[in-house]
């Protein structure tokens, strides 16, 4: 379950918040952000949420299970740049190459005294890559 630590700013010049949702594509083919929620009240996510002493900021801490269909970003606005958004996580975003390759590697790590369970990854493995 991925970590993510993000601080925002709710007040004043240069404020930002979180938003839960997806991005579409319209029938120009512009990419159009859909907000679905606010991750504090949706109950898939586990949000820990802690302000500054004068409330100037909140510092968040988000986990997010591995299959979370949404796109979680931070959105910044000011006067001079209304609306920008940084996607903080995305779906599928999270399992990369070298990440697989670590955990292909634990996994014969953790089973190296069993010969049957070696054998059985090896198989899954080479079914895999040929599918």
Do not use: A, C
Request: charged share 30%; glycine share 6%; aromatic share 8%.
């Amino acid at each position: 379950m991925p970590q993510i630590n993000v601080t925002t700013k709710p007040n004043g010049s240069g404020r930002s918040w979180l938003e839960v949702g997806r991005y579409e594509t319209d029938p120009f083919g512009r990419k159009q952000w859909i907000k679905q929620n606010v991750p504090h009240q949706d109950r898939r996510l586990t949000t820990d949420r802690q302000y500054s002493d004068r409330g100037e900021t909140v510092d968040w801490i988000i986990l997010v299970p591995d299959n979370y269909p949404f796109t979680i970003v931070k959105i910044n606005y000011d006067r001079l740049n209304p609306r920008q958004l940084e996607v903080i996580w995305e779906p599928g975003g999270g399992v990369s190459e070298t990440s697989r390759e670590d955990k292909i590697k634990r996994v014969f790590e953790l089973t190296s005294g069993n010969e049957e369970l070696t054998n059985l990854l090896k198989e899954l493995l080479v079914q895999k890559e040929n599918s």
